[in-house]
């Protein structure tokens, strides 16, 4: 037995309104007075014990496309928390990536590693056709190529598949990829070159997206220094990177780089105060636990790349596939990553504003001109 409960915040026909003026879920001080979410989905389907959110935040620049997370959240509040968060900064990626998509994301509660079955998978399938393409999903943390495959068995709306499916598989290197060209390009900024060569870059989290970006620093020549609390992930990153040291505590640690590439709000007014770190920039979402420690952060020297616009890559990978594009359009438009983010250091310096004003201000001028 299925149920939806369906709370729409806003309608496309009206102008955007300030959190502050809606009631019950969406009256939250603890995200940003912007613009409200367009429709909110709570999903329960009892047969397969599935409990689902679906956020659409934005829909003016195109679909909502964004992951789909799997996490075993200690309470409901916490996973809408989450997803309300997570899915505004699908839509200001995709407006600094410049891709024709709007945010979305969705996230299921539970350990995958325990509740996670096809039906399951199927149930929460059936869910995002509900939405009739309003809403696209894609992976995410607790979900891989092949969970999507099955979850393609109830939606056409889903990216990402195996390339046997007809997808174009892991986003997990092209992510990679963006957060690597973005922190070359913050390094010119900030050292005068991008040479990562002999740099102490600390890499928070060896999943999907951490390994890679740990292969890509390695050839570099940067000294790499791993964490994770999956210890089969940091196994992995040993036997096939020699020389990559592990560590427990990243944030602590004497390092030029902070590359978070697990969970997010790993940086708040304490763990800002202990980086050694010059520079932040990693793939995961929602690095900062509220917008005021990049200026925590600033006060000290430390320069933060904001995480929407380093991690866009595998949005655009997955983007591609959405849209037919071939490979060589989907590497070409992840390559203008590190030129996106020397165009927000440029902006920074001339108004002497922090690069999250930036680039918001990008994302908000695009999106602004799509509703004239």
């Known amino acids: 037995m299925s149920v939806v409960a369906d709370h729409p915040a806003a309608v496309a026909s009206t102008p955007p309104r300030s959190l502050s003026s809606t009631a019950g879920v969406f009256d939250r001080h ?3 007075q912007d613009r409200v979410h367009e429709r909110v989905v709570f999903c329960q389907d009892r047969d397969t014990g599935l409990r689902a959110i679906i956020a659409v935040h934005s829909t003016v ?3 909502a496309l964004g992951g789909t ?3 075993p959240y200690a309470s409901e509040q ?4 989450d997803v309300l968060r997570l899915s ?3 839509t200001y990626k995709a407006a600094v990536a410049g891709v024709d998509l709007g945010g979305g994301k969705a996230v299921i509660i539970g350990d995958p590693t325990a509740v996670k079955t096809p039906t399951l998978l199927n149930a929460y399938g059936r869910f995002v056709e509900s939405l009739g393409g309003t809403y696209v999903t894609a992976g995410d943390v607790g979900t891989n190529s092949d969970d999507l495959d099955i979850i393609a068995e109830e939606t056409a709306h889903v990216v990402g598949k195996n390339t046997t499916a007809g997808g174009t598989g892991d986003s997990g290197p092209q992510t990679a990829l963006g957060v690597f060209l973005s922190l070359r390009a913050a390094a010119e900024s900030c050292w005068g070159s991008d040479d990562l060569n002999g740099k102490r870059i600390g890499v928070e989290g ?6 890679n970006l740990v292969a890509l620093l390695r050839e570099a020549g940067a000294e790499v220094l791993v964490s994770d609390s999956y210890a089969p992930a940091l196994d992995r990153i040993v036997d096939d990177f020699p020389g990559v040291r592990i560590a ?3 944030i602590g640690a004497d390092i030029d780089v902070y590359a978070p590439c697990a969970m997010g709000a790993t940086l708040d007014a304490s763990s800002a105060a202990r980086l050694s770190a010059s ?3 990693g793939a995961a979402n929602n690095q900062l636990l509220t917008p005021d420690v990049e200026a925590m952060l600033a006060a000290r020297g430390i320069v933060w790349v904001p995480d929407y616009v380093a991690n866009a890559g595998g949005l655009i990978q997955v983007e591609g596939e959405l849209r037919g594009r071939d490979s060589a359009q989907v590497m070409a438009t992840i390559g203008k990553i590190g030129d996106t983010v020397a165009g927000i250091f440029a902006i920074a310096r001339a108004e002497g504003i922090l690069l999250g004003a930036a680039a918001d201000r990008l994302a908000e001028d695009r999106i602004a001109a799509a509703e004239r």
């Open 78 to 81: 916490d996973a809408l928390t």
């Open 248 to 250: 427990s505590d990243i």
């Open 69 to 71: 997370r799997f996490y």
């Open 206 to 211: 060896a999943g999907k997206v951490g390994y």
């Open 30 to 32: 603890d995200l940003p």
């Open 61 to 63: 620049l195109g679909p």
């Open 279 to 281: 520079i932040v920039c």
């Open 88 to 90: 505004r900064g699908m």
